[in-house]
Nanobody
Framework: QVQLAESGGGLVQAGESLRLSCAAS????????MGWFRQAPGKEREFVAA???????????TYTDSVKGRFTITRDIAKNTVYLLMNSLKPEDTAVYYC?????????????????WGQGTQVTVSS
């Protein structure tokens, strides 16, 4: 059972930055795509960003339109960790952020393509 440990959430003002981290318990995660999703109160969990396994497309990334140019997803193979750097944060970015391990190496924006989830970390952006 893969375990994911998320950290880095917090309360910031609009325009500031945060970096979320997600450490996986197994090296095998390096052969899977990884993603970040978020869920705001009263809303469904939505896709934020994903990175493919390095062996698939050299670590290709994709983002939802609302965060393009502001968020960056990266992964550190040696540390079994994926990061989400969030710049120029907006109040509408407020949500619980979840990292997830994909079912395969390819990139995906679909929740059903992920099989292991972290516990979530709260990000709150004040105006």
């Amino acid at each position: 059972q893969v375990q994911l440990a998320e950290s880095g959430g917090g309360l910031v003002q609009a325009g500031e930055s945060l970096r979320l981290s997600c450490a996986a318990s197994e090296v095998a995660f390096n052969r899977r795509g990884m993603g970040w999703f978020r869920q705001a109160p009263g809303k469904e969990r939505e896709f934020v960003a994903a990175v493919a396994a390095v062996l698939w497309g050299g670590g290709y990334t994709t983002y939802t339109d609302s965060v393009k140019g502001r968020f960056t997803i990266t992964r550190d193979i040696a540390k079994n960790t994926v990061y989400l750097l969030m710049n120029s944060l907006k109040p509408e970015d407020t949500a619980v952020y979840y990292c997830a391990v994909g079912r395969w190496a390819a990139i995906s924006r679909t929740r059903q393509d992920y099989e292991h989830w972290g516990q979530g970390t709260q990000v709150t952006v004040s105006s």
